[in-house]
């Protein structure tokens, strides 16, 4: 019983600025500045409607780039001995320890018109024009957020029981039928959590559009940022936007919750 | 097989560390210029520590850093234990709870928080957004990998041992500090170190919670990313990244040793 | 032990909260200063720290990026500063929002080296809440190496040449934005027409394909860098871009004939703030000769100082970037405080332009 009290103040920190922040965005989303309900600013929204879509669509091309080169990096390194492992997991983990801003400015100098990858393929007689495009954007979300791809998926394929893997073998599997069934199944929790770790901080994100983008289009993260900190200025929009954001992450996600019923995955991040 | 995944390996590895070498030896370069190469120097590092903004920044960041972690490791933990012990539909809730900061997406977590601080400081006059606010916010996002950290250690206990502490006479506080904790130890120390990484890397709530009077290392970086950026930051964050690197070996050599004694145990 | 452990994280954070809650001591008063980047002497003489060390006031030294990310973050009250120099039409409209304190000018007597002709502004029209800082013009910066000195006659409409495709940055603010489109179009920029204002956002949508980026003071380092070749800016950064150590000797810059914005950019005093004598000290120590010829020198827009300006190089003075002659400043234009109703149609027509794609976004990589 007195155990169960020791969350008491987890459970009065979490609530006052969790829970209630959390209603105040609903609250500031269906009034108008003098406080008076109204929908408006949820119609309003509808004009973002496409601004959303993009950005779900970029954060999720983003995401499955990220599963893609993080699928093989993972196995590899779970399939070496464990000390090896340790070394090749913090080497994964140790470009995050870098300030995130610093390391996205550091590819404006690498991708620009006159940048030093241009400055490389001219001595083979070659040009790159991504700075400022959407691409350049999309590289910008897998470099950030490869390490919560890796990491996760790692730490599933680390617990796998290599002997599941010699059954098939004496089974007579094939290296591609292992993969497909029995590999692939087993890592389902992990790359459920690396898609949510990936998804969400990509499609929200307002820096890497800001920086690698050249701003040339926003996305829905950069219009939030407006109503709040820049050219915008409208909170209960911005409110309303925070709002719809959330629900879309929220529905995204438990789609991919409803494909795997495992627990979370997270706490064996950095183990 | 085997040299194609070495191949494969060095790519993503050089694709990670590209922009890191980029930024090191830009630290060491002779010019305010971001392409050009100016010859190498050691200004940056010299002009770095009488950059009021970038060590004030750097202080305010550390602080919140400090104090974020250790917060938020105390509840944290205190929280696994209590969640640890409940059932049904309240362990749920807290939970539900604990994964509200996880899976809301940065932005809507600062600006959320952002207009509460507003709201109490133009009603009560108090919480003047600034170190304050900016600290009950990483507290607050840093919380639940505290949790998440501890939980997993929990479960792997022998439940019986706090128990037999009891038995033989321990207070529960007693049989606490000296049973459970030594055993979820592991689980405690990695859930500060990601309490303490999270906060000194954060951008987004911070941007949103810093007022103006305490703004961290990231925040001054970014207004600097709008202009061109000192190559004093880039000296800062290869003397940080060179300093997590020691932290890194040594955290590794120790969690290895730990590993070793793992198996002899068994 | 564990009660222990709850007291002292108790101690810490009250500590934390309250070191930073109380003012430091009595004697000691922190002005939070609010102002553009790049835009007060911090190398040379280093301005506040003088002001520190003479006064013993301390300064609390913030930059914004532009007039409305600066209007937006005051107005939610995430942050109070004492001390801002923001735009003449954002003054207008502070002003009339109450957010601006009235200055008492017995504790600002250098105010009489302001020159007549930056008062009395219709932002401000009795003089009663700001004292310019600086002025300028609106223009265009190019790359000579790549940009046709005879294209330059199409004034505005340079901006809209297919020819410099993807070589074109764009301001990173609404309203300096769509003054070049108003101005493009022939309209002025303080329209309240909103057909206007929608010919306006037709022509920035129009241009947008051309577009590389929108840019605020990134914008130095990237024609320095030659990555773009063309590029609107204020006067008074020709100095970083061409003639200061990183410049490029390649860039020029000139005024359309279409007419331009003049601004003026001027201190005032929040009305929120504990401190207004400190602050109109500030202010004051702001307009001493010596610390404004530190200031013009160093961030090189146009003073409003009489004594200073002849104290100033002759040859920025002389330079018709940074002091225009007649014929140029006679089609300029200052911009007004814009009704609310036009305003939001503004901030509208610019986030549809931002979120606006010109192309399909399904695939970003280059087909």
Redo the contacts between chains.
Sequence with gaps: MKKRLSAAPFAVWMGIFTVVPMAIVLWFAFTDENGAFTLRNIAEIWQYSGTYVDSIWMGALATVICLVLAYPLALSIARKAEHVQRTMVMIVMLPMWMNFLLRTYAWMSLLEENGLINHLLGQIGLHWSIINTDAAVVLGMVYNFLPFMILPLYSVMAKMDNRVIEAAQDLGSNNWQILRRVILPLSAPGIVSGVTMVFVPAVSTFVISKLLGGSKYMMIGDVIESMFMGDGCNYNVGAALSLVLMVLMLICMSLMRRVDNGEDELGGMMA | MKTL?KI??GI??T??????V??IV?SFND?????QWGGFTLDWYRDLFSNELILESLAVTL?IAV?AA??ST???T??A??????NGR?RRA?ES?????????????G?????????I??ATG???????TL???H??FC?PYV???V??KLRQMNKHMYEAALDLGCT??AA??KVVLPEIMPGVI?GA??AF?MS??D??IS?????????N??VT???M?????TPE??AL?TL??GS??IL??IV?AR??RD?KKQKERR | MKKLACLLAVCVVCGAFGGCDVQPTKETVTLNVYNWGEYIDDEILDVNALFEQETGIKINYKTFESNESMYTLLESGAAEYDVVIPSDYMIGKMIQEGMLAKLNFDNIPNYKYIDEVHKGLEYDPNNEYSVPYTWGTVGIFYNKKYVDEADLAQGWDILWNEKYAGKIFMFDNARDSFMIALKKLGYSMNTTNPAEWKAAYDALAEQKPLVQGYFMDQVFQKMTNEEGWLAPYYSGDGANMITGDDGNEDIGYFVPHQGTNLFVDAMCVLATTKHQKEAEQYINFMCRTDVAVANAEYICYSTPHTEALELLDPEVVNDPMFYPDEEVLDKTEVFITLDDKTLKLQKDLWIKLKCLRTRPSWWPFPS
């Design positions: 995944s494969y390996n993503i590895f694709f990670l560390y590209a922009p890191i980029v930024l830009y010019s305010k210029n971001r392409v602080q104090l250790i917060i105390v509840i944290g205190m929280a234990v209590g969640i640890f012990n409940m309240l807290m709870l604990n994964n509200i900061p996880m899976v809301n997406p940065e932005i809507v977590t600006i959320s928080m952002m207009l509460m601080f507003v709201a400081y133009r108090l919480l003047q957004p600034g170190f304050a600290l009950i916010a507290i607050t919380i949790v998440l950290q939980m997993p529960p506080f606490f500090f990695t170190l990601m990484t000194l890397d951008f987004v941007y949103f919670n810093s007022g103006s009077t305490a703004q290392l990231s970086i970014y207004s990313t709008k202009k061109p950026v930051v880039n964050s940080m990244f997590v690197l890194l070996v590794n969690q290895v590993l």
